[in-house]
């Protein structure tokens, strides 16, 4: 079975404070996702990468950057947490065929953010 | 962009009935439509996934169908049960992954 690990459950941040997310998936996937979910919006994509190094902007970038330095782990970093961003965060994780995502999302079980 | 809409937001039904969950999109040019279950608190599980070239695809008691003209995709669930309580998420390929809301299914026993 396909493995997505995100490091933490839950968190509590302080306002102004540096924030890693980091998640690891165990299944050789080209493609990661950063997602946030929150009541009554849904899942919106923050940022993903289809491979090392590599990044691009989802939806609602701003506030966050990445970072993949190895195949298996891609890291979310809140440079400075705002309330705005307590939320429950999502990575997730597929292969690539073809140069397109057409496999299945496997999913992490969430890390619940909340910043004071 | 690509707009995802789930109707209805929330169902109650009671044990032992069939059920279908909607979900409509606004752009049809996709790769694949996913169904995924969100039990509260966790992450997300993978039910079904669709390519766009093709029309249905069942799991045991689920069946999920895709009108790629149309943007509408249902997901079909016999003989329900409590244990299928959850939240039903539906998630399209376009250029990126686009989200619906969900729909909160409760079963009754």
């Known amino acids: 079975d396909v493995k997505v690990t995100q490091s933490s459950r839950y968190l509590v941040k302080r306002t102004g404070e540096k924030v890693f997310l980091e998640c690891v998936q165990d299944m050789d996937h080209e493609n990661m996702f950063w997602y946030r979910q929150d009541p009554g919006l849904g899942l919106r994509l923050i940022y993903f990468?289809?491979?090392?190094?590599?990044?691009e902007k989802g939806d609602i970038p701003e506030g966050y950057s990445v970072s993949r330095e190895k195949k298996e782990r891609f890291s979310l970093i809140l440079e400075s947490a705002s309330t705005n961003q307590t939320s429950m965060y999502l990575c997730?994780?597929?292969?690539?065929?073809?140069?397109?995502?057409?496999?299945?999302?496997?999913f992490g079980a969430g890390t619940r953010l909340s910043v004071l | 962009k690509q707009e995802v809409t789930q109707i209805p937001a929330a169902l109650s039904v009671p044990e032992g009935e069939n059920l279908v969950l909607n979900c409509s999109f606004t752009?049809?040019?996709?790769?694949?439509l996913q169904w995924f279950r969100q039990d509260p608190g966790k992450g997300l599980t993978s039910l079904l996934l669709i390519q766009s070239s093709q029309r249905e695809q069942t799991s045991g008691r689920l069946n999920a169908s895709l009108d790629k003209s149309s943007g509408r995709s249902t997901l079909y669930i016999a003989a329900s049960q409590p244990g299928d309580s959850a939240t039903y998420l539906c998630?399209?390929?376009?250029?990126?992954?686009?989200f619906g809301t969900g729909t909160s299914l409760t079963v009754i026993p």
């Open positions: 990468s289809y491979d090392v190094k590599m990044k």
């Open positions: 752009d049809s040019a996709i790769y694949n």
């Open positions: 998630a399209v390929h376009s250029n990126q992954f686009y």
């Open positions: 997730a994780s597929s292969l690539r065929t073809g140069g397109v995502a057409k496999n299945i999302q496997y």
